[in-house]
């Protein structure tokens, strides 16, 4: 469920269209290829593209579906070489993208001890998903997705639920709210609901978010230096990346601390002689 460039064709850079904006410097219409995109398919401003106003890319997670559509589904042939197969690889990768993000949801759902009452729905689910990746291309893009995510939402919620049970408390949730630039710092969020809130620019600055369900919150901007995430449920490298953090921030271990992530500043030293203490900003 990571992506793995190298063994793909581009295909995030080429099948979806971009307006320009606050996270890409131009515009693109869907199936044209990003003028960056190399002769090899690499990104040729790939270790500027926050400074070249592409952070947009920078946050992109295909969860693994373009090798899969490059390397299995269509077995190496590139939309370069043969012209012809780009309409239907790239509508393919649009479906695929959305199957495998279901895929793990569902295997983040299947590790959590706690939903065990629900496993063999889960296992169920993951079952038929897997086998929908292995169709050929023109059944793959004729999938519905949204019917199947319309099952597998529930599942997952439920999972979810069973999962945040140990920390529940009594809390108001934060489903859906919009937290946009709120001060979160003094908020109790463990096993909080935070399943589709926007909290963009949010201060959760030392929170400890341990069994919170944060499936697809907006975390754009949000603050997370010295956050506790390693028991957040359902969190994606693509929330962390759109975040700011910092080497105190602790991560689950399958996530990657985003590059662009500042240090922490250092401790001013101690004065030498009498007088007011120096203060941190």
Same mark, same amino acid.
């Given at each position: ?174 489903? =859906?709210?919009?937290?946009? #630039?709120? +001060?979160?710092?003094?908020? /109790?969020? $463990? &096993? *909080?609901? @935070? %399943?589709? !809130? ?7 600055? =030392?929170?400890?978010?341990? #069994?919170? +369900?944060?499936?697809?919150? /907006?975390? $754009? &901007? *949000?603050? @997370? %230096?010295? !956050? ?21 921030? $602790? ?28 203060? $941190?900003?």
């Amino acid at each position: 469920m990571r992506a793995d460039c190298a063994n793909c064709f581009g295909l995030c850079c080429v099948a979806p269209a971009f307006a320009r904006s606050v996270d890409f410097a131009i515009d693109k219409p869907a199936g044209h290829a990003c003028p960056n995109l190399g002769a090899t398919f690499g990104c040729g401003i790939h270790t500027d593209l926050r400074q070249r106003g592409f952070a947009g890319c920078t946050v992109y997670d295909c969860f693994g579906a373009g090798q899969k559509v490059a390397q299995v589904t269509f077995a190496g042939r590139d939309w370069r070489q043969d012209p012809g197969s780009a309409p239907l690889m790239f509508d393919v990768f649009a479906t695929m993208r959305h199957l495998h993000e279901l895929l793990w949801y569902l295997s983040e759902a299947r590790d959590l001890p706690a939903a065990a009452p629900v496993h063999a729905d889960l296992d169920a689910a993951l079952t038929t998903i897997r086998g929908l990746t292995d169709l050929p291309a023109a059944d793959l893009a004729a999938v519905d997705v949204d019917a199947h995510r319309t099952r597998v939402v529930p599942l997952l919620r439920r999972a979810g639920e069973l999962a945040r049970a140990e920390h529940q408390r009594g809390r108001q949730p934060f489903q =859906g709210r919009h937290l946009v #630039g709120k +001060d979160l710092r003094r908020t /109790d969020l $463990r &096993g *909080a609901d @935070l %399943r589709g !809130a926007v909290a963009v620019g949010a201060d959760l600055r =030392g929170s400890d978010l341990s #069994g919170a +369900d944060v499936t697809g919150a /907006d975390l $754009r &901007g *949000a603050d @997370l %230096r010295g !956050a506790d995430l390693r028991r957040a449920l359902f969190l994606i490298q693509s929330q962390l990346d759109a975040a700011r953090g910092d080497a105190t921030t $602790r991560l689950p271990a399958a996530l990657t601390r985003p590059g662009h992530w500042t240090e922490p500043p250092p401790r001013p030293r101690a004065a030498r002689q009498a007088g007011p203490r120096l203060g $941190r900003r």
